[in-house]
């Protein structure tokens, strides 16, 4: 099923404002992926995104690009309160945490990795400016999740992973400031936004506790970006 790609308009998207410079991924948390795309194109749900990927490797496009889908929320990306305007939304087929979280399947991260450098080829999408939900939603939302493979979407040439962490960690103001930088939200708590950061960049340990690693590799991305 890998590469087919169905048409399955939603009709819930309005006009978008301005350029599209954001990549945002999700999961749908959901039991199937039917049970998604009914929700997904359904008016009195309000919510909906530009593409849906099954664990199958099948893609559904739901809203046209130049639209702006309804799917990141209240939430925040580098002073970027208007997250839907700005983006590209993905939703990959997954039970979530509370059905049954698990792996994303090689079909379907194959299947993500051509969706993404389609969309890239594009659109002129910082690597910065490919997150996740919980990215840009750090005290509501955990998608896609520590178990989402973001160091083979870096490869890929999507998105960032850093080589290896800092020399040093960076004091907790410091920390703070980087993380800003990077693009988190500075009126999010510190616990959220540190799971957050967690998730993405060190997710064998999503506690939201800044120890020497979690530090080092705020300091790493951050450098990546540009912000050290």
């Known amino acids: ?20 410079d954001m990549l945002v991924l999700h999961y749908t948390g959901m039991r199937s992926v039917e049970e998604a795309l009914e929700r997904l194109c359904s008016p009195t749900a309000a919510v909906s995104a530009h593409y849906l990927v099954g664990e199958d490797g099948m893609v559904w496009r739901l809203v046209d690009e130049d639209r702006r889908a309804w799917h990141a929320g209240v ?15 993905i939703e990959l087929a997954n039970p979530g945490h509370e059905f049954g979280y698990r792996a994303f399947p090689e079909t379907q991260m ?38 989402f493979d973001w160091p083979r979407l870096a490869r890929a040439g999507i998105g960032l992973w850093p080589a290896a962490s800092f020399p040093s960690a960076p004091t907790p103001d410091e920390a703070a400031r980087l993380l800003a930088a990077i693009g988190y939200a500075t009126d999010a708590a510190a616990e ?17 506790v800044l120890d020497d690693e979690t530090g080092r590799r705020i300091a790493a991305v951050a450098a990546l970006c540009g912000e050290i």
């Open 75 to 89: 939430s925040s990306w580098r002073g970027q309160r208007d997250v839907n305007g700005a983006s590209i939304g």
């Open 192 to 208: 959220a936004v540190l799971a957050a950061f967690q998730r993405h960049f060190r997710p064998a340990f999503c506690d939201g």
């Open 1 to 20: 099923m890998r590469g087919a790609m169905i048409d399955r308009p939603s009709p819930n998207h309005g006009p978008r404002a301005g350029a599209i």
């Open 110 to 147: 194959a299947a993500l990795e051509a969706l993404a450098r389609g969309i890239l080829a594009r659109h002129a999408i910082p690597a910065r400016n490919v997150v996740g939900h919980s990215d840009v939603a750090p005290a509501r939302k955990q998608d896609p999740g520590e178990l």
